[in-house]
C-alpha cells in the first residue's frame, strides 16, 4: 500500500511538510484535514513513543495547529496511544479502488463531464458552495501534475465538478461536489466516468477515491463503477485545541 499512500499525499500535497522524530508534520495553510494531520514516516513502522508523540503535538501547536494526527490501515497500537492521551477520532474514511479500465468504461454520456485545467469561474462558485474554498483550490493548484478539473453537466446546467490528479501511474480523485438543486441526476457518477476516462488517456493503470466511512451514496456510487475498498484511515484530535487570538 505504500505506493498508494504515496498517491494520496501526492494529489492532495501539503504547502509545507516538517519532521518531527517519526513523524511527517504538515501545515495545511487552510486547506483541511488531510494536509494538516501528521502521519508516522513508515505507514507500516514502529509505534512511536509517548515523548514522541508529545513532541510532535508542542511542532503542531507551534505552527498555530490543532494536534491532529493520521491513524492508517493497522496502525492499532499507534491508534491506542492516541486514544490514551484522550484523542478524539474524528472522519473515519474509505479508500477505493479499481483499475482505470474498469472505471473508465466507455467515458462518459456526450456532454456530461469535460476536463479542464485551470477551474472555470463556474466550478469555484461550485466549490465554493459546498464548502470548498480558496485555499482548497490552493491545495488542488500545488499538487503534482498532470491534474484537471472534472465539470459535471445535467440539463445543459454546469452541475458538479471534481479534481483528479495523476502519481506514478495512480489517479486519485478528491474534492468532488455536487450542486444542491441538481443532485440524484447522475452527474457524480459522470464526473467520475469522466475523470477516470482523462486518467486512462494520460497512462493511469489505477484509479481511486477517498470517501468518509458514512457516505453510503457515494459508495455505491463508486461500487456500481467497480471500486472496492482497499485500505482506510481516520483522524485524532486534540479535543482541548483552542484556536489562536489573531
Known amino acids: 500500500m505504500t505506493a498508494l499512500w504515496a498517491a494520496i499525499d501526492a494529489t492532495w500535497a501539503a504547502p509545507q511538510t516538517h519532521r518531527s522524530g517519526p513523524f511527517l508534520l504538515r501545515e495545511g495553510q487552510g486547506g483541511g484535514q488531510r494536509v494538516s494531520a501528521a502521519t508516522l514516516s513508515a505507514a507500516d513502522g514502529p509505534d512511536p513513543s509517548s515523548a514522541e508523540i508529545d513532541a510532535a503535538a508542542e511542532a503542531m501547536r507551534a505552527l498555530g495547529q490543532r494536534p491532529l494526527f493520521m491513524v492508517r490501515g493497522a496502525q492499532t497500537g499507534f491508534d491506542a496511544l492516541l486514544e490514551a492521551k484522550g484523542y478524539e477520532v474524528n472522519d473515519p474514511v474509505v479508500v477505493m479502488t479499481a483499475p482505470v479500465e474498469t472505471v473508465a468504461q466507455d467515458g462518459p454520456p456526450p456532454v456530461s463531464a469535460f476536463a479542464i485545467w485551470p477551474p472555470l469561474q463556474i466550478m469555484c462558485e461550485i466549490w465554493d458552495a459546498g464548502g470548498i474554498g480558496p485555499e482548497r483550490r490552493a491545495i488542488m493548484a500545488g499538487s503534482c501534475d498532470p491534474k484537471a478539473a472534472i465539470l459535471g453537466r445535467v440539463r445543459d446546467r454546469a452541475a458538479g465538478c471534481a479534481f483528479v490528479a495523476l502519481h506514478d501511474g495512480i489517479a486519485m480523485m478528491h474534492a468532488v461536489e455536487v450542486s444542491a438543486p441538481l443532485r440524484r441526476l447522475g452527474t457524480a457518477r459522470n464526473m467520475t466516468l469522466g475523470a477516470a476516462d482523462w486518467a486512462r488517456r494520460n497512462g493511469a493503470h489505477t484509479?481511486?477515491?477517498?470517501?468518509?466511512?458514512?457516505?453510503?451514496?457515494?459508495?455505491?456510487?463508486?461500487?456500481s463503477l467497480g471500486m472496492v475498498p482497499v485500505e482506510q484511515y481516520h483522524y485524532r484530535q486534540d479535543p482541548n485545541w483552542m484556536e489562536p487570538a489573531p
Open 207 to 223: 484509479f481511486a477515491i477517498l470517501t468518509t466511512r458514512d457516505n453510503a451514496a457515494a459508495q455505491g456510487v463508486y461500487a
